[in-house]
């Protein structure tokens, strides 16, 4: 299953490199790759250190607000998508989609970001226990969500 992931460009203002990190949704890396460019032996030995941001609170705490970190990369953020579709297309029981859409509308972010992170537990009891799956809006409205698996 596809957890939505909030992406980070850092592009160097002179080198013309771009990385991107991408996280989850508990803050964790997830995948980093370099879009453009080459590095040099002198930048790998700055950036696989005590700089590599591996959890999204040193990107936040660090690249983004650092004068030091300022000054050599331009930072922007892609937020995860944590929207209706998003989870309607996650989640595999696709029946009475406007209902779940209104029930998924009511929910606080902080929910609607629980619920990501519980569906993978959720699929894998079901696996377990070879119970039916419930309706989404019966998940939701249950909020089952917050349920332990």
């Not at 939505?4 to 490199?17: D, E, I, Q, S, V």
């Not at 700055?46 to 970190?69: D, H, I």
């Not at 029981?93 to 929910?111: D, G, M, R």
Request: net charge positive; proline share 3%; hydrophobic share 35%.
């Amino acid at each position: 299953m596809k957890q939505p992931l909030t992406t980070y460009r850092a592009t160097g203002l002179a080198n013309g490199l771009v990385f991107l990190f991408k996280y989850d949704l508990n803050g964790i890396l997830r995948a980093f790759q370099i879009e453009e460019g080459e590095m040099s032996d002198k930048q790998m030995f700055w950036l696989y250190s005590e700089n590599f941001p591996a959890k999204e609170s040193l990107m936040r705490e660090k690249w983004m607000k650092l004068p030091n970190y300022k000054k050599v990369f331009k930072v922007d953020r892609s937020p995860a998508d944590i929207s209706f579709d998003a989870f309607w297309n996650l989640y595999d029981k696709k029946v009475k989609k406007e209902h779940s859409q209104k029930a998924w509308n009511k929910l606080s972010e902080e929910n609607k970001i629980k619920c990501f992170m519980q569906l993978p537990h959720y699929d894998a009891y079901l696996q377990r226990s070879r119970e039916a799956k419930a309706h989404l809006v019966t998940w939701l409205n249950q909020k089952r969500y917050n349920d332990e698996y």
